[in-house]
């Protein structure tokens, strides 16, 4: 079974500051994707990025970057200087590389981040 | 180019009586999944069609249904509502079947509240 651990609930920080939030999966695949999505007060959920597990290389993209270590199973997100517009709740989820029953995304429970002014 | 597009924003229904939403993909999409989001149990799977197929199927009971049209829209049934049944329900669509190289675009979503 898949799973994927986001054990941060909320965070909270002042503008420009740096936050990291965490994410841990498990997965009996030897390939699969990764994925961060966040979700304003809204309700869409906006896709941020897609990792395969081929490619252990971190990415940056303006202000976010993402760590991935596949020997601690993890996929972390950074965002630096935030801004308040980056107050959203933000999950990682988990994919099988093929289609079939793995195929759909697992979710993290999500992080809750407050950017304060 | 247009995003996914669910209907109705909001729903409330009572105990007992069915539902149904709807999802419109994004042009050019041919799949499209659900999911249901609430505060305990946080983002599950419903189901993904594909091309009018079902082709992946959440562990929701058989009172959650769905299906797709020719022209890629999609709507899902939930009969018979109890209590936990209010949620978001999140629709997402996607070039390809999920798996394929494909990320998913979600809708807004429906709030469907049970009384």
């Known amino acids: 079974a898949q799973k994927v651990t986001q054990a941060q609930t909320e965070i909270s920080v002042v503008e420009k500051e740096d936050v990291t939030l965490d994410c841990v999966y498990e997965t009996r695949d030897t390939t699969y994707y990764l994925f961060w999505y966040k979700q304003p007060p809204s309700g869409e959920l906006v896709f941020l990025i897609r990792?395969?597990?081929?490619?252990?290389q971190n990415e940056i993209s303006g202000r976010y970057s993402w760590n991935f270590q596949k020997s601690t199973s993890s996929f972390n997100f950074t965002i630096t200087a935030s801004q308040v517009v980056d107050s959203a709740v933000y999950f990682c989820a988990l994919s099988g590389y093929y289609t079939g029953a793995n195929s759909k995304l697992t979710f993290g429970k999500g992080i809750t981040l407050s950017v304060r002014p | 180019k247009a995003g996914v597009t669910q209907t109705p924003r909001y729903l409330i229904k009572t105990r007992g009586q069915q539902v149904t939403l709807s999802c419109s993909p994004i042009s050019g999409h041919r799949s499209v999944s659900w999911y249901q989001q609430t505060p305990g149990q946080g983002l599950q799977f419903l189901f993904e069609?594909?091309?009018?197929?079902?082709?992946n199927k959440g562990n929701f009971p058989g009172r959650f249904s769905g299906r797709q049209f020719s022209n890629s829209r999609s709507e899902m049934n939930v009969s018979t509502l109890e209590l936990g049944d209010s949620a978001l329900y999140l629709c997402?669509?996607?070039?390809?079947?999920?798996?394929?190289?494909?990320?998913?675009?979600f809708g807004n979503g429906t709030r469907l509240t049970v009384t």
């Open positions: 997402a669509s996607s070039t390809r079947p999920a798996g394929r190289n494909s990320p998913l675009h």
């Open positions: 069609y594909f091309s009018e197929t079902q082709r």
């Open positions: 990792r395969n597990s081929f490619d252990e």
